[in-house]
């Protein structure tokens, strides 16, 4: 039992100890989602920042830096645009229009990919449409200057769809499409100047600003994880409180004689010294026993 109650006191401290750890990640996603508020009150404040001095191209996207504002110039090529299957807003499904923009000005007057092999390009989402035609399709030509939210490059998807869609936003699957050097992110648009055709007027309609998963405010998911593991924990010190009472009530049946025999009947008694435990005949037994002690003559079967 002391062997059993090290074994389950030892597991009851790890799960105690997950629990802790999952209630600080649930505190930690909090406090970034309120970091990252205050950043980007500040960085509105200050106005968008040029993408190359935020994000060089060919870089790894940092988690901060999902909802910044950034601006940037270049063209858009409309034979790469896509559209991303399977996306919603205001409850309805439909699709972002997805299209490459050769950057001719990050911020940083080309030094950004001075040695990489020419201008990059950047995935732009210019809004979302419910169907996959109209005007909203249509995509503004010449130079235009973008504003637009910082979002980091999503995992490739799984294909599949019909020529001209995508089921995902990764900068690496679309490298493969539009050629490097490419942004480890894409932008969502703000405003455009000149500007693209409105949604008022059968454009596309734009997006909200991207924030960080998880929200404001301690991380439900996680704080459940951790009252799962503080509940094993209970569960494994309680399990042995039940083997150390079953174990004492199996003591308390041997020493009064009940849980020996067969099918938990009582065990017989010793016998006396000299005398044969009665077998189940014990009246025929006993006078047998008494005539012999008596002197009486025992008949024999005759041979």
Not at 151 to 161: C, I, R
Not at 205 to 213: A, D, F, G, K
Not at 217 to 240: D, E, P, S, T
Not at 253 to 264: E, L, P, Q, T
Request: glycine fraction near 16%; include cysteine.
């Amino acid at each position: 039992m002391i062997g059993f109650l090290l074994l389950f006191l030892l597991a009851a401290g790890v799960c105690g100890r997950l629990g802790v750890w999952q209630l600080d990640r649930a505190y930690q996603r909090a406090e970034l989602a309120e970091q990252h508020e205050i950043a980007e009150a500040e960085a509105e404040a200050a106005g968008p920042e040029g993408l190359g001095v935020l994000l060089p191209p060919q870089s790894t996207f940092p988690g901060e830096l999902v909802g910044r504002q950034a601006w940037v110039e270049g063209e858009y090529e409309p034979e790469g645009q896509l559209l991303v299957a399977g996306r919603a807003l205001d409850g309805r499904t439909g699709y972002l229009v997805l299209t490459p923009l050769r950057v001719s000005d990050d911020g940083t007057g080309g030094e950004s990919w001075a040695d990489l092999s020419g201008p990059p390009v950047v995935p732009v989402v210019r809004g979302w449409v419910p169907t996959t035609d109209g005007p909203a399709l249509e995509v503004p030509s010449g130079e235009v200057r973008l504003a637009a939210y910082l979002q980091a490059s999503e995992a490739a998807g799984t294909g599949g769809l019909p020529e001209g869609q995508t089921d995902s936003i990764s900068s690496a699957a679309l490298a493969n499409v539009w050629g490097n050097p490419i942004y480890g992110g894409y932008l969502v648009l703000m405003e455009s100047d000149p500007a693209q055709l409105s949604a008022a007027d059968g454009g596309p309609h734009l997006l909200p600003r991207p924030t960080i998963e998880g929200g404001n405010g301690v991380n439900v998911q996680n704080a459940f994880y951790a009252l799962q593991w503080w509940i094993f924990g209970a569960f494994a010190v309680a399990l042995w409180v039940r083997l150390v009472r079953d174990e004492a009530a199996g003591g308390r049946k041997r020493s009064d004689g009940v849980g020996g025999g067969i099918a938990g009947l009582p065990d017989l008694p010793p016998a006396p010294r000299g005398e044969v435990p009665d077998a189940g005949g014990s009246e025929a037994a006993g006078g047998t026993a008494g005539a012999a002690s008596n002197g009486d003559p025992v008949s024999r079967p005759t041979v």
